[in-house]
């Protein structure tokens, strides 16, 4: 299984500042990577995916880059809606994984 | 587009079985895949399996495979999971969501199970 690992594990960032997620996968997954966004007591929703292609409705302050092995979620301006738990999730091989999350928290 | 209701929590012993329902609303039901992914308390995302409603056409990922039956009733949109057997690491969130081969949305609301003598 191809292995998806997250850093880190816990972000602390202020309303306003700029944040930035990774996603590492142990072989290449080439641009097949998903990114959702999950709320305490909510379902994940999907932000991202192709690595860099906004879902419907997500806010033109999240982009996302990378390609192969290492990725990365940037959110430009936090709003107080974005603080949150974020997961990649690689869809080039069976059986489709997932990273750990990421905790983004007020700081 | 699709949406998906799940069944209630449920609270079940080990060692009993449980049925657990993903409903379809929308017209594309049976021409997307739809997945199971379980959620342990506190924990990351795994993907269980998928199936295609139009032709039942099942894949599961090794780690769950023999543990759990997914299935489809598509007269009524409806997807299930199945336990014969519980036990007490099935406690956990279960969502289903569309999307099989790739990303995944849009997603149930979740299923809380919970298996506790």
């Known amino acids: 299984d191809i292995v998806m690992t997250q850093s880190p594990a816990t972000l602390s960032v202020s309303p306003g500042e700029g944040a930035t997620l990774s996603c590492r996968a142990s072989?290449?997954?080439?641009?097949?990577l998903a990114w959702y966004q999950q709320k305490p007591g909510q379902a994940p929703r999907l932000l991202m995916y192709?690595?860099?292609t906004r879902a419907t409705g997500t806010p033109a302050r999240f982009s996302g880059s990378g390609s192969g092995t290492d990725f990365t979620l940037t959110i430009s301006s936090l709003h107080s809606e974005d603080f949150a738990v974020y997961f990649c999730?690689?869809?080039?091989?069976?059986?489709?994984?997932f990273g750990q999350g990421t905790r983004l928290e007020i700081k | 587009e699709v949406q998906l209701v799940q069944s209630g929590a449920e609270v079940k012993k080990p060692g009993e079985s449980l049925k657990i329902t993903c409903q379809g609303f929308?017209?594309?039901?049976?021409?997307?895949?739809i997945a199971w992914v379980r959620q342990m308390p506190g924990k990351g995302l795994e993907w269980m399996g998928i199936?295609?409603?139009?032709?039942?056409?099942?894949r599961y990922n090794p780690s769950f495979q023999g543990q759990v039956t997914i299935s489809v009733d598509k007269s009524i949109s409806a997807v299930y999971l199945q336990w014969s057997r519980l036990k007490a690491s099935d406690t956990a969130m279960y969502y289903c969501?569309?999307?099989?081969?790739?990303?995944?949305?849009?997603w149930g609301q979740g299923t809380q199970v919970t298996v506790s003598s």
């Open positions: 969501a569309i999307g099989g081969l790739n990303w995944l949305a849009p």
């Open positions: 929308g017209n594309t039901f049976t021409a997307a895949w």
């Open positions: 199936i295609y409603p139009g032709d039942s056409d099942t």
């Open positions: 072989q290449t997954v080439t641009s097949s």
């Open positions: 192709g690595a860099s």
């Open positions: 999730q690689q869809y080039k091989s069976w059986p489709l994984t």
